[in-house]
């Protein structure tokens, strides 16, 4: 079993732990990054245009530019998932089995968001036979077909785009009036004459033969019609924050959720920073740039506080 | 193992070892991350188990023929029958658990 105590433990492999790590390793912190998904969400976009140094790339092509700056600089980064974290005599212990364990003096929780589900009756059982949150994994399977895309946000934006390239139509269902994405999405959402947009609108139910999805139910009629016949069912309406490791430790978290920080990203358990979207930063604002902004300034934070013997303040 | 539409059904179907199928693409972020992972278990289970990749691109038709509309998703074969489906990266204790199950059944 190791025995030997790091200076910080990163859970997340996203954009804030990875620059939580560079920025470790170049202060000279013994660390570890352990993430069950490298890159985390920004994996599973089709592409970033709004990350500074890259006019345009891919999610994972980012994550493997990330992981690859990580790596070089010394880190390790397990792709292993976290089965739970305990704070015993002021020392962490990050556990990934039963006989597994690591241990820090500092644990910095970057462990982004979850995927909502839109919590009706097909959802689960349609999953990958239709319904699907991951539109860069599975949108090839739906060429030439109708799909629905069901969220406002950037990210549903990017995916209806990306969509009208393979599917024959893509229907946005938004509850809500207008987009929320950024009005350079709403113009390339209009220039595209397959994709539709429907406002105000819930989907309460995804409709299948048993073997696969063959629709969505609307709350409202759209075009005097409460059904969309559709194959394809995209699911793109945020996330929760995966805080469910921390909890037990006391954190506080905020109305939403999110893991309640100061400005330099501790929270109110003293040795306990977190970074990127799971914190409760920058409000519904989630972007690569404000993660990675967040995971340098969590490992100044760590620094500081690991060379000061500081307090956590523990106000936010 | 490389599995395609020309050697699915000796491997796969007509296999005695059950098989686990993992089916992926490049371009599917969450598949880069379960293709090391799959490697290292083909290795772990060697003998007991055989374990290929099969391309979604390059085999549409097993793809389609077996409904896999969403990736990664690994389907164990038994005697040339589907036993288990795994849809999305459920990390590598969750391949170790469908492994561990489809042995003991």
Redesign the interface.
Known sequence: MENKVYDLIIVGAGPAGLTASIYASRYGLRHLVIG????GAL??AAEVENYPGFKKIS??DL?NKMVEQVKTLGAEVL???VVSIEKKDGIFEVRL?KNQFFQSKTLLVATGTERRKLDVPGEAKY????V?Y?T???G???KEKAVAMVGGSNAAALGAYYLSEIASKIYLVYRRRPLRAEPFWQERLREKPNIEIIYETNVIEILGDE??ATGVKLDKAYQGKKELSLE?VFVEIGGFPGTQLVKALGVELDEGGFIKVTVDMKTNIEGLFAAGDVANTTGEFRQIVTATAEGAIAANSIYKYLKGGQKNEGKS | MQLDEQNFEEEVLKSNLPVLVDFSANWCGPCQMAGPIIDQLAEDYKGKVKIGKLNVDESPQIAQKYMVMSIPTVIIFKNGKEIKRQIGFPGKEGYIKILEESLKS
């Not at chain 1, 069950?36 to 890159?39: I, T, V």
């Not at chain 1, 999953?127 to 239709?130: P, T, W, Y």
């Open positions: 069950s998904q490298e890159g994996s599973w999610g994972l994550t792709a292993r998932e089995n999953l990958g036979k239709g699907s991951c860069t994994c599975d090839n399977f739906f073997n696969k394809g």
